[in-house]
């Protein structure tokens, strides 16, 4: 028999910050789905990495004061070394700083020029510097980026461009004769309702002169390729497309996990990417929500961005894995607080699962000394618990196969609470009384021993750990793959005679009434002198909006903002060049000193201060939560 492969992929992340708890998920959840398809049979192979070139890296690298080769390698670390931490067994870990990547990516540039569907052209457009690319007028929010928030910059430039028009009729063609190709359901529907309106053609090339850290052009070394065409050909860099054995194998049956952030070019430049150079299309898109924290968007000004090294050292990987899975339905948001993480461990983990491993084990105990009793299957037919462990198998099979993860683990659970109750219901603590009792209540013991077993080998691809620990307690030999088999998991092998340990605490209750309130960071600069009310009165403070920023020459601190007062623009010169990027500040709310004498700073005329929080190290704009009109007094 033709063994089937299964090809997973993560996006490959961008190093200009840490990895945080959007990147632990998406890995996380290629990590399950790879653990499970490897338990229904599947020969897999699982790429993560990261994604290494462009803009964004080299304004990181530079706040870091640091070279972008420097910095890119210090970055990428932190990623590599997060994911054993999360317990992920990912095969590969691409860079796109890796040499074999480079050659492939100029490679399929060449191929595709060639086919004759590169050419060059000057454009004039909207570009925003945090998306790296332009937008079309119909695409911007209120005349923003929607991302960003901010207006992009007009740009004129001469430039390579992909004929994706070419290409639109038959990517909506093969979306609608392919269904699953991009799943779950809505965001096909997102894609073609996108696809509706003409596709532009796509620029793929940035000049030197603006940006030097990328791919150069095989075709013309003034220009590196844009970030996109880059980051996208990593997923068959790394099978060592064209000849590469990894590629022959696994191409055809690949998948490519993303968040809801990128499916436009996962969704459309991808397949036409492939379909222009002549490489078969992917075999599908997986496409998950967004986790909010706390109920806000994580973002480093907030001060919600979560440290998935924190959270598992303080909770665990497996607590950590379990509750990503179960809390998030696989295409929607999700919210991530402490509180919900806690409660999920106390009830799920701690009390449904934890208890009834403790319990049954400690029965065994009781009344077996530690070894398995021996039961009679046909005598006591109605205590059997082997359909419901076959229609948890079913349950689960089918939802992960449709990578619907938080059903798989809700079908796991149902089964957990079936079991309780089926202590509740039997009693074996009474059948434990009269001698007359004594085979029921093996066959009881004998069940849920058995039961915990099925249980131990399903919750694997979500927690190797406690899998691997409710197996080697219940007396079985953890399989070298580490799992077992799906049509592997018949009944009753749980052997009789075997005696088995007291068991650990699987899960710990977390006493919430004791949980140490996160530690704030002390900072404690000396309060000035009071003032009085009138004394305060003489500040003249106002609402301001920068509609232009740039950077002073000679200093990285300063930056020359132009700021509107509603009756006049100021200029301004601010000290936060080292924390904001001029782009990142155009559309802005501020708060202005508006009565400051004029200065001059570096040969620039100042007219205003705007006001600014933190240390030194770490300078946040004071701004508004709602619009405001510039120029309103502040009080
Ligand atoms: N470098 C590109 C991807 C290139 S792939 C060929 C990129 N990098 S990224 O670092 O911004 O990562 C984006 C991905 O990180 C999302 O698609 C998702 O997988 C994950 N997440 C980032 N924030 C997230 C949340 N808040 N919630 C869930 N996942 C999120 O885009």
């Known amino acids: ?23 632990a998920y998406t890995t996380i959840a290629a990590d399950v789905a790879t653990r499970f398809k490897q338990m229904d049979g599947y020969d897999t192979y699982f790429l993560t990495g990261t994604d290494e070139h462009g803009d964004k890296i080299v304004q990181a690298a530079r706040k870091n004061n640091q070279s972008p080769g420097e910095y890119v390698d210090k970055i990428s670390r932190l990623f590599q070394d997060l994911w054993p931490r999360l317990n992920i067994n990912n095969d590969q870990f691409i860079r796109t700083t890796d040499p074999e990547h480079i050659q492939v990516v100029q490679n399929l540039l060449t191929r595709i020029h060639d086919r004759g569907d590169i050419y060059f052209s ?17 695409e911007l929010k209120e005349g923003k980026c929607p991302d960003h928030g901010v207006a992009p910059s007009p740009i004129k430039e001469s430039n390579y461009f992909f004929k994706m028009s070419k290409y639109q009729n038959w990517l909506i063609d093969h979306i609608k004769t392919n269904p699953g190709f991009i799943h779950p359901r809505q965001y096909e529907t997102e894609i073609l309702s996108f696809l509706k309106e ?47 054995e990894l590629f022959q194998k696994f191409w055809s049956s690949a998948r490519h996990f993303v968040a809801k952030d990128i499916i436009k070019p996962h969704g459309i430049y991808w397949p036409i990417m492939l379909k222009a150079a002549g490489i078969d299309i992917y075999d599908g898109l997986n496409v998950h929500g ?31 894995r379990y509750f990503l899975m179960r809390e998030m339905v696989f295409g929607l948001d999700a919210n991530f607080t402490e509180d919900v993480l806690v409660s999920r461990i106390n009830s799920d983990l701690a009390n449904d699962l934890g208890n009834l491993f403790s319990r049954v084990l400690s029965m065994n105990f009781q009344y077996f000394k530690g070894c398995v009793p021996d039961m009679d299957q046909n005598l006591h037919s109605d205590l059997c618990l082997e359909k419901d462990a076959q229609n948890a198998i079913n349950h689960f099979h089918a939802a992960m196969a449709a990578y619907e993860f938080s059903k798989g683990v809700e079908a796991v659970w149902q089964f957990i609470s079936r079991m309780n109750k089926y202590i509740d219901v039997n009693e074996p603590w009474n059948l434990a009384k009269e001698a007359s009792g004594r085979p029921r209540l093996a066959a009881v013991i004998g069940n849920l021993l058995e039961g915990l077993r099925t249980v131990a080998c399903l919750i694997y691809p979500v927690m190797p750990g406690t899998s691997h620990k409710m197996l080697t307690a219940l007396g079985q030999t953890i399989p070298e793959t580490g799992f077992v088999h799906l049509d592997r998991m018949t009944w009753g092998l749980v052997q009789p005679g075997t005696c088995l340990e007291k068991p650990d605490i699987l899960f710990p209750r977390i006493d919430v009434a004791k ?20 004394d305060f009165a003489r500040i003249d403070l106002r609402t301001g909006i920068i509609r232009a920023a740039d950077k002073i020459e000679k200093s990285d601190k300063l930056l020359r903002l ?34 400051l004498k004029e200065a001059t700073i570096m040969g620039e005329t100042s007219q205003g201060m705007i006001l600014a929080a933190g240390r030194k190290k770490e300078l946040i704009l004071a701004g508004f939560d709602k619009e405001t009109l510039p120029g309103c007094p502040v009080k």
């Open 198 to 244: 003409p596709l532009e053609d796509l620029c793929i090339s940035r000049p030197k002169s603006r940006l030097t850290w990328g791919i150069t052009l095989p075709f013309d070394e003034n220009y590196v390729t844009y970030v996109w065409f880059d980051a996208l050909t990593n997923y068959i860099s790394a099978l060592g497309y064209p000849d590469g």
């Open 122 to 138: 000057s454009y004039e457009g909207q570009y925003c510097f945090g998306c790296e690319r332009f937008y079309q007028d119909r």
């Open 562 to 595: 132009q700021v509107d007062l509603g009756s006049e623009t100021r200029q301004v010169v601010a000290g936060i060049g080292k924390h904001y990027t001029p782009e990142e500040l155009v559309g802005k709310q501020v708060i202005v000193v508006a009565n």
């Open 1 to 23: 028999m033709k063994t089937r492969t299964q090809f997973f992929t993560t996006p490959i992340y961008y190093v200009n910050a840490k990895p945080h708890l959007g990147h």
């Open 290 to 320: 967004f986790w909010n924290v706390s109920g806000s968007k994580m973002s480093k000004t907030v001060g919600n961005v979560t440290d998935p090294v924190a959270v598992t050292n303080q909770y665990g990987v497996d607590a950590f």
């Open 515 to 534: 949980k140490p309130a996160p530690a704030a960071p002390v900072f404690k600069p000396a309060l000035k002198p009071r003032i009085t009310i009138d």
